[in-house]
């Protein structure tokens, strides 16, 4: 509680947009006394940040100290500008990266983008603090990425599920066998679900799985720890389960997980992640039960959000008026297939176009004029839909 009032007083005296939440709600830093007075605060949703930002580039006035000063800037989709705000393992994967094994004597292949997008650094920064050597492979590139695991002798990969099974394909392709011409024996991944077919494989090939939840705004929320069901939650961040409408957390249904950091330099208080969970029974508040979907119009394919006024923007522009986006998983791997109404054939140039906006090569498909259901969402998450069913 300490922490936790120190960086309330400190993001009222210094950060003008948390001042003006609390002011608008009629608070003081004094009226925060326990963690249960959070919930007097109003939640601050993720899907708010890109117009917030918008008005008082580039942090909407929630950070602490100058753009400048930022060891580095990054723009996720949304646009939102996320600040590493110090060198160092600054998003705090470093927790659930020890638990999973990764350490010194490790030599680890961190296939996440280092390009605008923070993951690359997030995993880089917290592996080097647990002393593990680091290859910054980024995405793609496959024969070269399982050239470089055979040469260097790989012992970790962080990354996504989806990627990692690409990767496997590639090493059977080639006739190598893991333990001997690879030796990679531990995965850690994040961004995407992790199917049982992506379970079955690692295990017969000897490779132990953890995986985590975080954000890029949050760092670590969560993550694997084989002591108990769901994933365990941080040590580091205050985490609330909360009623979408109304804020107020919850003990014994799903909500929106909502997250507070204890960092002075970009002090997100109340941030509401825009992801679904619910607290495992018998362990609420210290477990959550993964991510069961999402609060809003975002979808998370390949490890980016897409968004319904992201494609609205582009599609718009190109004199389509009527969509809808289906996000499925075909053998391991997210497709998203964007079905758009006209009676034109659609330009290839499109697809770059809309990748260029939402990071992710859409499968385009032109449908007749009327053929779209105006009453369903214009993203629609049918891999959701099966985990529900399943």
């Known amino acids: 509680m300490d922490a936790l009032k120190a960086v309330i007083q400190y993001a009222y005296d210094h950060a003008a947009g948390f001042k003006a939440v609390m002011a608008e709600s009629g608070l003081t830093p004094n009226d925060i006394q326990t963690v249960h007075d959070l919930d007097k605060i109003p939640v601050l949703k993720k899907d708010q940040l890109p117009e ?95 050239q470089v695991m055979k040469d260097l002798q790989v012992t970790g990969y962080t990354g996504t599920p989806s990627f990692f099974s690409i990767l496997l394909d590639a090493i059977e392709e080639k006739g190598w066998t893991i333990g001997k011409e690879i030796v990679i024996n531990k995965v850690f991944f994040t961004a995407e679900m992790v199917t049982a077919d992506m379970k079955r494989r690692c295990e017969e090939n000897g490779i132990l799985i953890y995986e985590g939840y975080g954000t890029a705004d949050c760092g670590c929320i969560a993550y694997e720890d084989k002591a108990g069901p769901g994933l365990k939650v941080t040590n580091s961040a205050i985490v609330q389960i909360c009623d979408p409408l109304t804020g107020e957390a919850v003990v014994s249904s799903e909500g929106e997980i909502v997250v507070t950091l204890l960092d002075k330099s970009y002090p997100l208080i109340r941030f509401g992640t825009g992801d679904l969970s619910r607290w495992v029974e018998g362990y609420e508040g210290e477990r959550i039960a993964g991510i069961l979907g999402r609060v809003s119009d975002g979808v998370k394919v390949k490890g980016m959000f897409v968004r319904e006024r992201q494609l609205t923007l582009v599609l718009s522009e190109a004199g389509y008026d009527t969509f809808q986006g289906i996000v499925t998983k075909v053998h391991g791997q997210d497709e998203f297939e964007l079905l758009i109404e006209t009676e034109e054939e659609l330009s290839t140039k499109l697809i770059g176009k809309i990748q260029d906006v939402i990071r992710i090569k859409p499968i385009l498909k032109k449908v007749p004029l009327g053929s779209i259901n105006r009453k369903e969402k214009r993203i629609v998450d049918k891999r959701i839909m099966e985990v529900k069913n399943s």
């Open 52 to 146: 917030l930002q918008a008005r008082n580039l580039p942090f909407g006035k929630f950070a602490t100290i100058e753009a400048a000063e930022m060891a580095r800037i990054f723009m996720s989709p949304g646009p939102i500008y996320d600040p590493q705000t110090h060198e160092g393992d600054f998003w705090r994967f470093s927790e659930a990266l020890a638990v999973a094994g990764f350490g010194k004597g490790d030599i680890v292949q961190n296939t996440f983008s280092y390009h605008l997008s923070p993951a690359g650094f997030m995993f880089d920064s917290a592996l080097r603090r647990l002393g593990a050597a680091v290859i910054p492979a980024g995405t793609g590139n496959r024969e070269l990425q399982i």
